[in-house]
């Protein structure tokens, strides 16, 4: 006698029995993914190459700054206007240096610190916690990322 609910046919059964969902097997499949591009396993390089600008509030509460254009693409990108930056994070790139003025001028470089260290540089290396001086951070009209290679 057939039970009286109704299965999902594409539901696969665990060997205890116990049906796994369509969207439990999506989320496993999607764990593996990351899994393997975090190894380094079917990642597209351009895909992965990424920086992001986060600003601070008052109650020192962390956002990303929102549409920003280039951010995954070497080369000099301006800001469209200048944005308040408290904390950068970028990946994929071989560094980023950030700057006051646009079209990435060489003379208004803005130096960070990696976790709030004493050691300021102007190329940011991978990660994601550099700091820019002062409470709120620094305006910044450009930026420029150099490919890893």
């Known amino acids: 006698m057939a039970s009286a609910q109704s299965q999902d046919p594409r539901a696969a059964v665990r060997p205890t029995g116990r049906m796994i969902q369509p969207a439990s097997r999506l989320r496993i499949a999607a764990r593996w993914t990351t899994a393997a591009c975090l190894l380094g396993l079917f990642c597209n390089k351009a895909w992965t190459a990424d920086i992001r600008f986060y600003t601070i509030n008052k109650k020192q509460q962390q956002s990303e700054v929102a ?20 904390r950068v994070a970028q990946v994929g790139f071989r560094y980023c240096r950030l700057f006051a003025e646009k079209d990435c ?28 001086a002062g409470k709120r951070g620094v305006e910044i009209a450009s930026w420029e990322c150099q490919n890893a290679q």
């Open 105 to 132: 001028r060489p003379d208004s470089a803005v130096t960070a610190s990696w976790k709030n260290r004493k050691d300021p540089t102007d190329q940011l290396t991978p990660g994601s916690r550099w700091f820019l």
């Open 67 to 86: 549409l920003v254009v280039g951010t995954k693409k070497p080369g000099c990108h301006n800001f469209f206007p200048r944005r308040r930056v408290y």
